[in-house]
């Protein structure tokens, strides 16, 4: 069966400092990949999704990027943090019927 | 372009009551239609799923979803709420030309005992 995982699971960074959010997927190969953030209180906005290594599409534009350096493997980046960045963070990989499976989740604290 | 919309942001029931939790959503293709719950802290969780045939979609927990094209609805139900049904739900309909979701704004329950 497929798992995803990500980690770490909470973070508290202070404001200019880097960021890197791991996310894996294990039991399927080449899936498509989403990252999504959630402020506090509000909805599921979608940051980058891939559908293959080095295959990275933006959906905003903002102080992150996103990186697949291997098929199964999904990086959030940011090289300064600002205030604004803190939220829950949500990896997802798609199904074959366009549903999306969802990691546990990042909370960040920007200090 | 595919929008969904969820009426009602809050919605409170007591134990044992029905849980109805609203979803309109408006594509100019034949959509498929997700329904995610969102436990505190969590990620989100397949309720169920509609992409064709049977209308009527039974999913986890006792939940189900109706499709009806002709309301442009997608309503999530189940016949008595548990105090563990408390969580946020989230109705998606599919961008088949993109493979993303377009997700509500999602729906805080509340169960009372």
């Known amino acids: 069966s497929q798992t995803i995982h990500q980690w770490p699971a909470t973070l508290v960074q202070p404001v200019g400092s880097p960021l890197s959010l791991e996310c894996t997927v294990e039991g399927t190969s080449n899936p498509n990949l989403y990252w999504y953030r959630q402020a506090a209180g509000r909805g599921l906005q979608l940051l980058f999704y891939s559908v293959g290594i080095g295959q990275i599409s933006s959906e905003v534009p903002q102080n992150l990027s996103a990186s697949r350096p291997q098929d199964r493997q999904f990086i959030l980046s940011s090289k300064k943090l600002l205030l604004s960045d803190s939220g829950f963070y949500l990896c997802?990989?798609?199904?074959?019927?366009?549903?999306?499976?969802f990691g546990p989740g990042t909370r960040l604290t920007v200090t | 372009a595919q929008s969904v919309t969820q009426l009602g942001s809050h919605v409170s029931v007591s134990e044992g009551a029905l849980v109805l939790l609203r979803c309109n959503y408006s594509?100019?293709?034949?959509?498929?239609l997700f329904w995610y719950v969102q436990y505190p802290n969590q990620g989100l969780q397949l309720l169920l799923k509609?992409?064709?045939?049977?209308?009527l979609v039974k999913g986890i927990n006792g939940f189900e979803a109706e499709f009806k094209k002709s309301e442009t609805s997608f309503h999530l139900t189940k016949p008595s709420a548990h105090m563990s049904d408390a969580a946020e739900y989230f109705c998606a309909v599919s961008d088949r030309n993109t493979d993303k979701l377009i997700f509500g704004t999602g729906t805080r329950l509340q169960v009372f005992p």
């Open positions: 509609y992409t064709t045939g049977a209308t």
């Open positions: 594509s100019s293709v034949p959509p498929y």
């Open positions: 997802a990989w798609g199904g074959t019927t366009y549903e999306q499976y």
